[in-house]
């Protein structure tokens, strides 16, 4: 049993119900043997092809996205330097007129608990998103064997001391095992708000559940994970990706769509190569003029702003790739997965 559904102490989740018109929930949950979609796209998430196996990568291995978390953190970290030193000589003046404005004082009391320990807390957390993180952490689809892999760092925190980190050691995780057959697939939505506007977010998530036993009317649930990126998914993307993965699974698909191809951008290994990865700005100008024009010209129009805010993400990125650390899978996995045909590439 995945951990985080070994943390719900065997209390099993209210079952959703699907309703194609919801806001939120599940709005379809797909069949294994009906075409979901008739334009599958692995929508750029494929990282290794093996002969029966592909690896979809997590959300936060993209290349591009390599360093953006990091980044915020950093703006924040600033934010926090600039802000606190104000807030104490504030509180220092509120505290020469105690009690009188005292409703102020807790005000202020409640505002430096925030800043000097609820804050540096979420920022460190980010931070380690992003730093000395592993380098991708994939789901592998195995049809000849009819299994799916998934990885995740081991319960007893020994993959994630700062000192292996610092000597950016590999990453011996954890591997989960699933039969497909115990595999259902599910479009989930869900609401998100910035404070002036709501949008929904769409995800492809497969369902895990243990066989049936005979007094069940369903299995026991095992796990549940989300494949792909969500902020990039759609309410017509999450069927294609379904499918790609329904037609290698079950109709003998190939492990990259016609017309798709692995990794977008190779990893950099310079401040250099990380400006053409995050925007048009370094040596991959003349690619994000030929694949995405209008925007590319936009940024280009306004680079007294972008050129330096793509800067600072490249730094950011490099860095996030340098500190990266490399995860080995389980051999026994990788003699299932047997050779490699295609995998993203090194520069």
């Not at 080995?328 to 990788?334: G, N, S």
Request: aromatic content about 10%; proline content about 7%.
């Amino acid at each position: 049993m995945a951990p985080a559904i070994a943390l719900l102490e065997d209390k099993e989740a209210a079952p959703n119900k699907v309703d194609a018109q919801a806001l939120t929930g599940v709005l379809e949950r797909f069949s294994k043997g009906k075409r979901a979609s008739d334009t599958p796209s692995a929508m750029n998430n494929v990282a290794t092809v093996f002969k029966d196996a592909i690896a979809l990568q997590q959300a936060g291995a993209s290349a591009q996205m390599r360093g953006f978390i990091l980044m915020c953190a950093l703006g924040a970290a600033g934010i926090e330097i600039w802000i606190v030193p104000k807030m104490l000589r504030l509180a220092a003046e509120i505290l020469q007129t105690w009690p009188r404005h005292w409703f102020l004082a807790i005000e202020m009391a409640i505002a430096l608990l925030f800043a000097l320990v609820v804050f540096p807390r979420w920022i460190l957390a980010f931070l380690s998103s992003d730093l000395f993180a592993p380098e991708d952490q994939p789901t592998v689809f195995d049809r000849k064997h009819r299994k799916v892999y998934r990885l995740f760092p081991p319960l007893d925190g020994s993959a994630d001391t700062w000192w292996k980190r610092l000597r950016l050691q590999p990453i011996a995780l954890q591997a989960i095992e699933y039969d497909w057959a115990c595999i259902a697939a599910e479009h989930r939505s869900a609401l998100a708000s910035t404070g002036q506007t709501i949008s929904r977010q769409h995800s492809l998530t497969l369902v895990v559940r243990d066989y049936r036993k005979p007094n069940e009317k369903e299995g026991r649930l095992l796990d549940e994970f989300d494949v792909g990126n969500s902020l990039g998914m759609g309410e017509n993307t999450v069927p294609m990706l379904w499918e790609h993965i329904r037609r290698f699974m079950e109709d003998g698909g190939p492990g990259i769509p016609h017309g798709e191809q692995l990794q977008i951008f190779d990893r950099p290994r310079s401040l250099w190569q990380s400006m053409g990865v995050v925007g048009p700005f370094g040596p991959k100008l003349g690619w994000w003029w030929k694949t995405n024009r209008f925007p590319t010209i936009l940024l280009l129009l306004l680079f007294p702003v972008t050129l330096p805010f793509f800067t600072v993400w490249a730094l950011c990125n490099w860095i996030s790739h340098m500190t990266m650390r490399k995860v080995i899978w389980p051999q026994e996995v990788l003699e299932r997965v047997g050779r490699t045909l295609l995998v993203q590439k090194l520069p």
